[in-house]
């Protein structure tokens, strides 16, 4: 290593750097949207692809969610004679930070892998640069509808998530443990609003999909084109989505729930 | 596979986000229960609101009759100015009067309604004349305190002067 000097410069610069692209690359993507938006069948394409079959595992997670959740928090209320409020503990968890936050990091993992892997080969075959040869431009053939799909698909997730999570709490709470039915919905109808609460889990959701499938996209178009490349590329992927989402999370529940 | 039944695919799919967001919406939240269109309002005044909240339940003989829409502070009196969308159906007589309760012992404090004997009954917009505050906790320790302080202190007084007559 050279003078420590050089190199913690060299570092800031290199993060400074980084973050300027992302910006810089962020603007040409949001400018490249119009011209995807003149053929919707590739967003629709996308859609399918990052939604439809990432059905599985979301509703899934939800299920197994909500039932853990239901058992946890009536082993921890019943101590204090509350178990009926479970429904409201169970719905706002889900609604305002598990639905989204779960959501988006199984997203990171489910379609955000696969889509920085797609731009990746891409690029390592040549075909981004094959488009840009025939005057296409690949961020609005093949980064705009990937990004768009994202976005749309993420709160349609999220809220399956919640859905089928209270669901599943449902099960466990009143079917197996024998909760009182009108309790359990009636305190949580009492307790949940429809637009500070589930509003903004929703709103935190779309603004997880804008990061999930940015960092994505962008990780897919900035590869280094060699195999190892694609593979740190879907590393990385992961990493910078799950650990933005949180970071962001934070913010966000600071915001819309502190008043 | 073919374009349309990818787009048959979508169209389930967020179709199916439509539905859960339904399903939050109503069965999960409280849209749906009575909007802004079959209430009325009335307006109590109390000099101490204690803990209460907007969206609290207002109760009389326990069924919930209507939900506290505002609280403010009435500038001129320092009273705590508490606004009630009623629901249409139910009118109470002018001299109901109006409690603010706790649920349990540690519950949420909502508006208890008691009916009077009035043959007229409160208009939309009229204020509720007989309130009663919440209770603060604090206030009731110190009182109790204060009062086991006065008896501590009445037992011994007839001591003093006769110790200082003495002198």
């Known amino acids: ?259 | 596979m073919g374009k349309k039944s990818i787009e048959t695919l979508v169209g389930v799919f967020v179709l199916l986000g439509i539905l859960g967001l339904l399903f939050l919406a109503f069965k999960a939240a409280n849209l749906g229960s009575f909007g802004g269109g079959d209430t009325y309002t009335l307006l109590a005044k109390f000099d101490n609101i204690g803990g209460l909240k907007v969206r609290a339940p207002v109760r009389s003989a326990g069924v919930t009759v209507g939900r506290v829409a505002a609280i403010t502070l009435d500038p001129k009196t320092y009273q705590g100015v508490v606004r009630l969308d009623m629901q249409r159906v139910v009118q109470f007589p002018i001299d109901s009067s109006a409690r603010i309760l706790t649920s349990g012992l540690l519950g949420d404090q909502y508006i208890g309604l008691e009916a009077g004997g009035d043959e007229k009954v409160l208009a939309p917009g009229e204020t509720i004349k007989q309130t009663q505050s919440a209770v603060v906790l604090e206030s009731l320790i110190s009182q109790f305190l204060f009062n086991k302080a006065a008896d501590a202190g009445a037992t011994p007084a007839p001591a003093a002067p006769a110790n200082g007559g003495k002198k």
Request: charged letters at 10%; one cysteine or more; proline letters at 3%.
């Open chain 1, 1 to 259: 290593m050279t003078n420590p000097f050089t190199f913690v410069g060299a570092r800031t610069i290199e993060v400074l750097r980084a973050l300027g692209h992302h910006a810089y690359f962020f603007v040409a993507l949001l400018r490249s949207i119009p011209t995807a938006l003149r053929r919707p069948l590739l967003v629709i394409q996308q859609v399918h692809a990052i939604g439809n079959l990432s059905l599985l595992i979301i509703m899934a997670s939800g299920l197994a969610v909500g039932f853990v959740l239901a058992l946890q928090s009536y082993y921890a209320l019943v101590t204090y004679g509350a178990s009926e409020s479970l429904g409201l503990l169970v719905n706002l968890s889900l609604v305002r930070e598990l639905g989204p936050v779960v959501t988006a990091l199984l997203f990171a993992g489910r379609a955000g892998t696969s889509l920085t892997a797609e731009i990746g080969l891409m690029k390592a075959g040549e075909q981004l640069a094959a488009m840009e040869m025939m005057a296409i431009d690949p961020k609005s053939r093949v980064l705009a509808p990937r990004f768009l799909g994202g976005i749309v698909a993420m709160p349609v997730l999220a809220v399956l998530f919640s859905s089928i999570g209270i669901l599943g709490a449902y099960v466990v709470a009143v079917r197996l443990i024998g909760v009182d039915d009108g309790n359990f919905w009636s305190i949580m109808q009492n307790g949940v609003d429809v637009w500070r609460d589930v509003g903004n889990g929703i709103l935190k959701s779309i603004v997880f999909g804008v990061i999930c499938t940015f960092v994505a996209v962008y990780q897919g178009y900035e590869t280094q084109a060699t195999p190892e490349g694609v593979a740190h590329a879907t590393t990385r992927t992961v990493v910078f989505s799950s650990l933005s989402v949180l970071a962001m999370d934070f913010v966000l529940t600071a915001l819309m729930f502190s008043h």
